[in-house]
């Protein structure tokens, strides 16, 4: 559980998500954050919720899927550590356009997503569920609090996260390559 | 930057993405079905291709190509020895019809034999034995002894075991050469293959004859293979998929495995695992384009003997009992989709063609050896 809520923390990597936008003071909206994190809580929980299905869809053993969602793990970790946090966006005035992009791509990140169904068909929906409901609160404080963050941490932060996501995904490719 | 094309670019980097990995990493895995009566068959068509081939003197067709429609002339002892345990372990299995052949096949190895420096005997037709060949010869008299209860052998067999002793290093690894001249094994010289091979025949050996003391070389090589050898060959990844190994694990399961050697087995079963889950992404429309071209039959009926020969071992042990239902799926799609790529034995097909498995238009004995065991061993998982 512990390994889970780890990896979902360096798979949303909150740090980058406080800098998906820019510092100012427009969009102090707590209700379009707290409604885009509500959004891809639920996206994540389905998924996790649906793992063995989707995986029967897919045709996919659960190794086989472990071994590739570690890869996109890492790479998407590289990419943050290497290149640091995206550039940040102008917010948008339509709170439900903000509230969608705080969903997606900010919170719901190609290793949250793929990290949800490997830890929903390995552990199940409620393990993966508190693990993803944590990070993606986390980042969504991060979001709403972004201004009175020091930038230079954050930046930090972006790649330190980065390089968690990259062991914790090699490690879960590994593993995914060693289940039978 | 806006909102709308951060967005716009994230969906088109997320679906570039997923393509790829559906294409490659989570291209689906395909498993057909197969049920026992088909798998049985098509391990007989094999082995009915092994002794349709076989000539007068009791050695086998060693390969054949169907472009050229010939077979390169060359020859090689310890597959002889194989296909001929092979043929064994089909009477073991109640294939009874096979039973001429291999002793057809056992007659043509007797005929070559050398005392050895140590007062064992190798099986040999040069001054450089090979361990892998003796190793396996003994294997076949171990199996034919478990078929026929007939112990005409039982001297033969122990001179084999006291040549394989004799090529035992001290840290358990063994040498793969004997010079017959010299009387002595030659230095330096190791064998991925055989090590594994004289494993299982020493411990084959120690269950025919327990009051002879196999048991103590057997358990020093299976120290070095689970904990040494991998690494000392520079194996990656590791382990090496070693099927005689498996052999070896699954018949010292009752000899009490110690944890290192559990977990040994576990990471061997893994491997094979991952073979055969790989294997089976060939399956799809474009697998064998970004997979690669399906191995040989060999290759897919060794994968399937050592996931079978420890197949027992997730039953009887429970540091492996996790691991029972996914080794006997990965034994049912493996099997299954070896059966699939057979040449099948209908009106026209050639007798050096029919049962076989062919690569690059090539076929050699131990694929339909390997393969023939393999589905062999297969049967008790499937429906």
């Not at chain 1, 903000?98 to 990140?109: I, M, N, R, Y």
């Amino acid at each position: 559980m512990t390994l889970a809520i780890l990896g979902f923390l360096a798979a949303v990597n909150p740090a980058a998500a406080a800098l998906a936008l820019v510092r100012d003071r427009r969009t102090d909206r707590p209700r379009s954050v707290v409604a885009g994190v509500v959004l891809a809580a639920a996206v994540l929980v389905a998924l996790a919720a649906a793992a063995d299905p989707l995986l029967d869809l897919a045709d996919v053993n659960l190794g086989t899927y472990r071994l590739g969602a570690g890869v996109v793990i890492a790479v998407a970790g590289l990419r943050w550590l290497v290149a640091g946090a995206v550039p940040a966006c102008e917010e948008p005035d339509d709170d439900r356009r903000l509230a969608g992009f705080v969903a997606f791509p900010v919170l719901l990140t190609p290793g949250a997503v793929v990290l949800s169904v490997s830890v929903g068909a390995e552990h199940g929906a409620l393990g993966a569920a508190i693990g993803a409901v944590l990070a993606v609160a986390l980042a969504g404080v991060g979001l709403y609090l972004r201004r009175s963050m020091p930038h230079l941490l954050m930046i930090g932060l972006v790649r330190l996260l980065g390089a968690a996501a990259t062991v914790i995904g090699v490690a879960v490719a590994v593993d995914g390559a060693r289940t039978l | 930057m806006i909102v709308r094309s951060r967005t716009g670019r994230a969906l088109v980097a997320w679906a570039i993405g997923a393509a790829v990995m559906r294409l490659t990493l989570w291209a689906p895995e395909v498993c057909p079905p197969i049920v026992r009566s088909e798998a049985r068959l098509a391990a007989t068509h094999a082995a009915d291709w092994i002794v349709a081939n076989q000539r007068e003197d009791g050695s086998f067709l060693y390969d054949f190509h169907r472009g050229r429609g010939e077979s390169s002339g060359d020859y090689n002892l310890v597959r002889h020895a194989g296909v001929t345990m092979s043929l064994y372990q089909l009477v073991r299995g109640g294939e009874l019809l096979y039973l001429d052949a291999a002793e057809r096949g056992l007659a043509w190895m007797t005929q070559r034999l050398q005392p050895t420096g140590g007062g064992g005997v190798a099986f040999t037709d040069t001054d450089d034995a090979k361990l892998g060949a003796s190793a396996l010869l003994l294997v076949s008299l171990a199996q034919r002894r478990l078929a026929t209860s007939d112990p005409q052998h039982d001297e033969l067999m122990q001179d084999l075991g006291r040549f394989l002793v004799e090529q035992q290093r001290e840290d358990g690894s063994m040498l793969n050469l004997h010079d017959i001249e010299a009387g002595a094994p030659v230095p330096g010289v190791t064998s991925v293959f055989a090590t594994g091979e004289a494993l299982w025949a020493l411990a084959l050996a120690h269950e025919a004859f327990p009051q002879l003391g196999f048991d103590e070389p057997a358990w020093r090589t299976l120290d070095h293979l689970s904990l040494a050898r991998d690494l000392e060959e520079g194996f990656f990844p590791q382990p090496w998929p070693d099927q005689w190994a498996a052999y070896s694990l699954g018949e010292m399961a009752e000899w009490g495995l110690a944890d290192h050697h559990v977990t040994y087995a576990r990471r061997l079963l893994e491997r094979f695992g991952m073979i055969v889950r790989f294997d089976a992404q060939r399956g799809s429309r474009y697998g064998s384009i970004t997979h690669g071209p399906a191995p040989r039959g060999g290759g897919v009926g060794t994968w399937l003997e050592g996931l079978a020969a420890m197949r027992p071992l997730t039953i009887t042990d429970e540091r492996l009992a996790d691991l029972e239902r996914p080794v006997e799926e990965a034994l049912a799609c493996g099997a299954a989709r070896l059966a699939g790529r057979q040449v099948e034995p209908v009106a026209g097909v050639s007798e050096q063609e029919a049962g076989a498995w062919f690569y690059d238009d090539l076929t050699r004995m131990d694929d339909q050896q390997h393969a023939a065991s393999g589905l062999l061993l297969s049967l008790p998982v499937l429906p």
